[in-house]
């Protein structure tokens, strides 16, 4: 499964998100995606499943729970395909920045502290 295809589902996107904060539980996991997209252990376990084939988390077992933690290779090589098109947002909001600057030369005047012209 290519990488963009794991991340598409919302469940797993959330996992990620979750996981990003830190090593966390199954059982953890498993509370707040119940609660948040009203899914049952055995469904947010094949989401970790999931995540877990495709490279994206690594599980350790910590007595008879299993923690879970991102593994940054699979998030890197998608940002890496995502570098080529990078310019294609990062230009046009650099160059209305700019055109901003250019049309309110004295915009800082206007802040409190300095007297207006």
Do not use: C
Request: no cysteine; net charge negative; charged share 30%.
């Amino acid at each position: 499964m290519h990488g963009f295809q794991v991340i598409s589902d919302p469940v797993r996107r959330r996992i990620i998100e979750i996981l990003a904060e830190g090593e966390a539980s199954a059982g953890d996991v498993g509370q707040i995606i119940g609660e948040e997209f009203q899914l049952s252990q055995p469904g947010v376990s094949q989401h970790l499943k999931v995540l877990r084939d495709n490279g994206f988390v690594a599980v350790r077992a910590d007595g008879a729970r299993r923690l879970y933690r991102i593994v940054p290779g699979p998030l890197r090589e998608i940002d890496n395909w995502l570098e080529r098109y990078r310019a294609l947002w990062e230009k046009p909001l650099s160059a209305l920045g700019e055109e901003l600057r250019r049309s309110r030369p004295h915009a800082d005047e206007d802040q409190p502290g300095h007297p207006a012209t």
